[in-house]
Protein backbone atom coordinates (compact mmCIF):
# COMPACT_ATOMS: atom_id res chain seq x y z
CA UNK A 1 0.00 0.00 0.00
CA UNK A 2 0.95 3.56 -0.86
CA UNK A 3 0.23 6.78 1.25
CA UNK A 4 0.57 10.16 -0.08
CA UNK A 5 1.03 13.32 1.83
CA UNK A 6 -1.68 13.91 4.29
CA UNK A 7 -3.23 17.82 3.91
CA UNK A 8 -5.98 19.21 5.31
CA UNK A 9 -9.24 18.86 3.89
CA UNK A 10 -13.30 18.00 4.89
CA UNK A 11 -14.46 13.82 5.48
CA UNK A 12 -16.86 11.39 5.56
CA UNK A 13 -18.61 10.07 9.22
CA UNK A 14 -18.61 6.56 10.21
CA UNK A 15 -18.63 3.98 7.92
CA UNK A 16 -18.81 4.88 3.74
CA UNK A 17 -20.85 3.74 1.81
CA UNK A 18 -18.76 0.60 0.03
CA UNK A 19 -19.27 -1.45 3.77
CA UNK A 20 -23.17 -1.75 3.34
CA UNK A 21 -24.53 -3.47 0.74
CA UNK A 22 -27.36 -1.43 0.17
CA UNK A 23 -25.63 1.49 -0.44
CA UNK A 24 -23.07 0.17 -2.65
CA UNK A 25 -24.85 -2.33 -4.65
CA UNK A 26 -22.53 -5.12 -3.23
CA UNK A 27 -22.85 -8.99 -2.94
CA UNK A 28 -21.68 -8.83 0.58
CA UNK A 29 -19.80 -6.62 2.43
CA UNK A 30 -15.86 -7.42 2.66
CA UNK A 31 -15.90 -8.04 6.75
CA UNK A 32 -17.49 -10.85 8.81
CA UNK A 33 -20.09 -9.38 11.63
CA UNK A 34 -17.29 -9.99 14.51
CA UNK A 35 -14.82 -7.85 12.01
CA UNK A 36 -17.39 -5.09 11.88
CA UNK A 37 -17.88 -4.93 15.42
CA UNK A 38 -14.05 -4.64 15.67
CA UNK A 39 -13.38 -1.71 13.25
CA UNK A 40 -16.58 0.37 14.92
CA UNK A 41 -15.46 -0.31 17.91
CA UNK A 42 -12.29 1.28 17.22
CA UNK A 43 -13.65 4.14 15.32
CA UNK A 44 -15.42 4.87 18.36
CA UNK A 45 -12.79 4.82 20.76
CA UNK A 46 -10.92 6.98 18.52
CA UNK A 47 -13.54 9.53 18.33
CA UNK A 48 -14.73 9.31 22.07
CA UNK A 49 -10.89 9.45 23.27
CA UNK A 50 -9.34 12.36 21.59
CA UNK A 51 -12.85 14.29 20.33
CA UNK A 52 -12.20 13.80 17.03
CA UNK A 53 -14.58 12.48 14.60
CA UNK A 54 -12.76 9.25 12.81
CA UNK A 55 -14.36 7.71 9.59
CA UNK A 56 -13.56 5.11 7.55
CA UNK A 57 -13.95 4.57 3.79
CA UNK A 58 -13.06 0.66 2.31
CA UNK A 59 -13.66 0.59 -1.33
CA UNK A 60 -12.51 1.78 -4.81
CA UNK A 61 -10.75 5.59 -4.53
CA UNK A 62 -11.04 6.13 -8.83
CA UNK A 63 -8.38 7.88 -10.19
CA UNK A 64 -6.34 10.25 -8.04
CA UNK A 65 -6.78 8.54 -4.92
CA UNK A 66 -5.81 11.55 -2.58
CA UNK A 67 -8.23 13.53 -5.17
CA UNK A 68 -10.84 11.25 -4.39
CA UNK A 69 -10.13 10.79 -0.32
CA UNK A 70 -10.40 14.43 -0.27
CA UNK A 71 -13.27 14.70 -2.12
CA UNK A 72 -15.56 11.92 0.15
CA UNK A 73 -13.98 14.42 3.11
CA UNK A 74 -16.89 16.72 3.17
CA UNK A 75 -19.76 13.99 3.05
CA UNK A 76 -18.73 14.50 7.21
CA UNK A 77 -20.59 17.62 7.48
CA UNK A 78 -20.18 20.13 9.97
CA UNK A 79 -18.17 17.31 11.68
CA UNK A 80 -15.22 17.60 8.74
CA UNK A 81 -13.39 20.79 10.54
CA UNK A 82 -12.59 18.07 13.29
CA UNK A 83 -12.53 15.07 11.39
CA UNK A 84 -10.11 12.30 10.35
CA UNK A 85 -10.57 10.32 7.01
CA UNK A 86 -8.71 7.27 6.57
CA UNK A 87 -9.65 5.62 3.21
CA UNK A 88 -8.48 2.05 1.81
CA UNK A 89 -8.31 0.76 -1.83
CA UNK A 90 -7.49 -2.43 -1.16
CA UNK A 91 -7.57 -3.63 -4.63
CA UNK A 92 -5.56 -0.96 -5.32
CA UNK A 93 -3.04 -1.33 -2.50
CA UNK A 94 -3.75 2.21 -1.41
CA UNK A 95 -4.00 4.47 2.18
CA UNK A 96 -4.95 7.70 2.29
CA UNK A 97 -5.56 9.78 5.20
CA UNK A 98 -7.59 12.90 4.94
CA UNK A 99 -7.50 15.23 8.05
CA UNK A 100 -9.84 18.73 8.80
CA UNK A 101 -8.73 22.14 9.06
CA UNK A 102 -8.68 21.56 13.16
CA UNK A 103 -7.87 18.19 13.48
CA UNK A 104 -4.58 19.00 11.22
CA UNK A 105 -3.45 20.76 14.70
CA UNK A 106 -3.61 17.65 16.76
CA UNK A 107 -2.47 15.23 13.75
CA UNK A 108 0.13 16.74 11.78
CA UNK A 109 1.76 14.83 8.72
CA UNK A 110 4.49 13.32 10.23
CA UNK A 111 1.62 11.56 12.80
CA UNK A 112 -0.66 10.46 9.83
CA UNK A 113 2.94 8.62 8.44
CA UNK A 114 3.32 6.89 11.45
CA UNK A 115 0.01 5.54 11.76
CA UNK A 116 0.19 4.35 7.88
CA UNK A 117 3.77 3.28 8.02
CA UNK A 118 1.90 0.50 10.55
CA UNK A 119 -1.42 0.32 9.10
CA UNK A 120 0.48 -0.69 5.46
CA UNK A 121 2.67 -3.46 7.11
CA UNK A 122 -0.50 -5.24 8.55
CA UNK A 123 -2.14 -4.76 4.91
CA UNK A 124 1.12 -6.06 3.55
CA UNK A 125 0.52 -9.59 5.54
CA UNK A 126 -2.70 -10.00 4.68
CA UNK A 127 -4.49 -8.47 8.13
CA UNK A 128 -6.79 -5.62 6.46
CA UNK A 129 -9.02 -5.18 10.04
CA UNK A 130 -5.90 -5.36 12.53
CA UNK A 131 -4.08 -2.90 10.10
CA UNK A 132 -7.14 -0.73 10.52
CA UNK A 133 -7.79 -1.18 14.76
CA UNK A 134 -4.27 -0.54 15.34
CA UNK A 135 -3.95 2.65 12.79
CA UNK A 136 -7.20 4.65 14.34
CA UNK A 137 -5.20 3.23 17.76
CA UNK A 138 -2.02 4.93 17.00
CA UNK A 139 -3.84 8.20 15.46
CA UNK A 140 -5.76 8.00 18.27
CA UNK A 141 -2.84 8.43 20.45
CA UNK A 142 -0.97 10.64 18.78
CA UNK A 143 -3.87 13.10 18.69
CA UNK A 144 -4.22 12.64 22.74
CA UNK A 145 -6.98 13.72 24.49
CA UNK A 146 -8.76 17.02 24.09
CA UNK A 147 -7.84 19.86 25.47
CA UNK A 148 -10.60 21.47 28.44
CA UNK A 149 -12.12 24.34 27.46
CA UNK A 150 -11.83 27.66 30.18
Known sequence: MTTSKQTPAN???GFAQPLTNSNAGLSSTPFTLKQLERIDEALTMASRETGINFSLYVGRLAGDTRA?????????GVKAANGVL????PGQRVLEIVTGRNSVKR?????????????????????????????LRM??????????RR
Open 86 to 89: VAVD
Open 11 to 13: ASG
Open 68 to 76: TAEALHPQM
Open 139 to 148: LSDQAGHPRP
Open 107 to 135: LPDRSCALAALSMTAAFGSGDLVGGIVNG
